[in-house]
């Protein structure tokens, strides 16, 4: 059975600061998802990792997959605060079939002034 | 462009009653797919779909049941309702995967539902 853990859970953190939130999951796949959440809202596309060293970036974010440690990395460089939400990693519990995801708990982000 | 909608968006109901959640998506999108989210637990797969005619279990399949007689619908219909099946529920949709490898799950605006 396919486990995804997060951590953080939450994450406080000043404008202008770095950090990562990590994604560990359990058993092999070859598709890992970065999805963001605002309070309310639906869930919004950030990344789709497929292969291992995969490396997208968009603005401000930056994730990461190394599959051999099953383990990807989202990366944020100078926060600023309407970087604030939730995001989840998911990943495809199946091989080249259905879109069968699992979910992290998610990190939810808070960017301080 | 309207993507994956879904009503309603609020819903209250009481213990026992049935009712359907409605899906449509007009990407022609093959696979599709219900969550539901609880505070703490992030996503879990309900029921999904790869295509017309075709569905299957996902992790959390218990009280609810899904159809797929055409590729742009995918209701979700909850038999008896429990106070336990309070959440926000959420359809998605993507491309079959040999066609678009990049392609992610979109996500509708999701339902909340009440189960008193």
């Known amino acids: 059975e396919l486990k995804v853990e997060q951590n953080p859970l939450f994450l406080s953190m000043q404008e202008g600061k770095n950090y990562t939130i990590y994604c560990n999951y359990s058993?092999?796949?070859?598709?890992l998802y970065w999805y963001r959440q605002d309070p309310g809202k639906s869930l919004e596309s950030l990344f789709v990792?497929?292969?291992?060293?995969a490396v997208k970036q968009e603005g401000r974010l930056m994730a990461s997959l190394d599959t051999k440690a099953r383990l990807s990395t989202l990366h944020i460089t100078a926060a600023v605060h309407d970087l604030s939400a939730t995001y989840f990693c998911?990943?495809?519990?199946?091989?080249?079939?259905?879109?069968?995801?699992?979910f992290g708990k998610g990190t939810k982000l808070t960017v301080n002034p | 462009n309207a993507g994956v909608t879904q009503t309603p968006k609020f819903q209250v109901l009481k213990t026992g009653q049935s009712m359907t959640l409605q899906c449509a998506q007009d990407?022609?999108?093959?696979?599709m797919s219900w969550y539901r989210q609880d505070p703490g637990m992030g996503l879990r797969l309900i029921h999904y779909?790869?295509?017309?005619?075709?569905?299957d279990q996902g992790e959390v399949p218990n009280g609810y049941n899904v159809s797929r007689s055409t590729t742009e619908d995918f209701p979700l219909r909850l038999l008896s309702a429990a106070p336990s099946q309070t959440s926000v529920y959420f359809c998605?949709?993507?491309?079959?995967?040999?066609?678009?490898?990049?392609?992610?799950?979109?996500f509708g605006n999701g339902t909340r539902l009440t189960v008193t």
């Open positions: 990407m022609n999108h093959e696979y």
């Open positions: 779909s790869v295509g017309a005619g075709i569905t």
């Open positions: 998911a990943v495809d519990e199946t091989q080249g079939g259905s879109e069968k995801l699992v």
């Open positions: 998605a949709s993507s491309r079959p995967r040999p066609n678009s490898p990049n392609s992610p799950l979109h």
């Open positions: 058993t092999t796949s070859d598709r």
């Open positions: 990792l497929l292969s291992n060293g």
